[in-house]
């Protein structure tokens, strides 16, 4: 009698707590990427945990410190990162300024941006490139994200700002042919 008894009071709790785990399991596969889920979960939500904070005055904007690799880490996918932190940190070493002249998210120094427009396409399981549009003080912006997926979170890969402006990859490769 009392094994019966366990059985079912175990049959019980894998009811209450199996089912609402597998249930939230599939909507959560099913929903759309622009669902309001925890930044990372899909490349829209991590764009928008960054291009978010942008809206509105710079000054409520949160400061990155670009010298700090594991600040950066956080956006960018590592050997992206390294090579922003190294080259921040021998600038600021030397009172000068690093390869970046302005905020790699946006292509710019100052900022007063209203909205922004995400489009995410999946390239595989592991990639996705994005178009980030916006108008930062009257000037229209249309940026192209390469995304990588690093230990299960969303990361960028490279941003490509457009014309002769190149890639952001390509500004540390540009500045290390100069110095060379």
Not at 29 to 35: D, E, K, L, R
Not at 166 to 177: I, N, P, S, Y
Request: aromatic share 8%; with cysteine; hydrophobic share 40%.
């Amino acid at each position: 009698m009392r094994r019966g008894i366990l059985a079912i009071v175990a049959c019980m709790l894998f009811t209450v707590l199996a089912v609402p785990v597998a249930f939230d399991a599939a909507a959560s596969a099913t929903s759309s990427p622009s669902a309001s889920a925890p930044a990372g979960h899909t490349a829209d939500a991590f764009l928008h945990s960054i291009y978010d904070r942008y809206l509105g005055p710079q000054d409520r904007a949160p400061v990155i410190d670009y010298t700090k690799e594991r600040e950066l880490q956080r956006y960018f996918e590592p050997s992206l990162a390294r090579i922003i932190a190294d080259d921040s940190a021998r600038a600021a070493k030397k009172g000068d300024e690093g390869t970046l002249d302005g905020d790699p998210f946006i292509d710019a120094q100052d900022w007063d941006i209203k909205a922004a427009d995400i489009q995410v396409t999946p390239v595989d399981a592991e990639h996705a490139k994005a178009v980030v549009k916006f108008d930062n003080l009257g000037e229209a912006k249309p940026l192209h994200v390469q995304l990588v997926r690093v230990s299960g979170a969303w990361k960028i890969h490279d941003v490509d700002y457009g014309g002769k402006e190149g890639t952001l990859r390509g500004l540390f490769k540009a500045d290390e042919t100069k110095s060379k």
